[in-house]
């Protein structure tokens, strides 16, 4: 049997995350190969995984991460079961080292399947699902690309943002910024009415009638009086022509328009843990 030093262990633990005893029995049964000792705690990851794959994972970490050219913008989050886990330093590092990953990826399969430290994001996110002994996964994964990008994260890294403007003009970063905390107090359903899926758009009319109907209003009238609910439904719910939240006696769209004239919001993305 080969001897396992306390260096050696020290060595996989910090490549993996694992506990020193796990480390250690891992090494131990892989005769001191490290790929091997990787893989035996990666299979303990996966049988963790598999008994916890029924557990909600609503706690975690958003993260919003941007490319120096500030053009493009990835936006995801680190699920995880309990608040304890959300909060501790390793895993908030963990979210933010999976962040640099992510920057260079635009759809959720690419980023799990890009290469990470010494095997893959989805290898990763088993392993630490064993080392922590909770179902820990990628949550949302959303892309942006624009002129110029801004992010937000709120402070308790539950809600993160991505804005996207049409170029980087003068001041643009406060704008960014300011339309990001924007995004993610007010979570528009799309960036104008154009955006606004039909579905919804239909249920929102039938809910207005239905409204409506038990008011007593006759049957004629629903159509046009739900035509105008709707339009209050947009200026609510679509971001350019939402209130601004630091001054709700002018639209989005008008704040942006005051800072620039040729500016313009080009789209957004939002994730939310809980």
Known sequence: MAKITAAEVNKL????????????????EAEGD????????????????????DRESTEGVA???????????VTFTLNCETDFVAKNQDFVDLAKKLGEVAINYSTKDDFMAAPFENGTVADKIIEQT???????????FKA?????????VHANNKIATLVGLSDAVEGVEEVAHDVAMQVAAMNPVALDEKGVPTEVIEKEIEIAKEQLRNEGKPEQMLDKIAQGKLKKFF?????????????????????????????????FARVALG
């Open 13 to 28: 633990r910090k490549m993996t995350g694992a506990g020193m005893m796990d480390c250690k029995k891992a090494l131990v």
């Open 235 to 267: 200026k609510e719910n679509t971001l350019v022509n939402q209130m601004f939240i630091k001054d709700n006696k002018t639209s989005v769209a008008d704040y942006v328009k005051s800072k620039n004239p040729d500016l313009k919001v080009t789209g």
């Open 130 to 140: 064993g080392v922590i002994g909770e179902k820990i996964e990628i949550g949302d």
């Open 144 to 152: 942006l690309e624009a002129g110029y990008i801004g992010s937000y």
């Open 63 to 73: 993260v919003a991460v941007i490319n120096d050219d500030k053009t493009k913008g």
């Open 34 to 53: 490290f790929e091997k000792a990787v893989e035996i705690l990666r299979k303990k990851g996966q049988k963790v995984a598999a008994k916890r794959a």
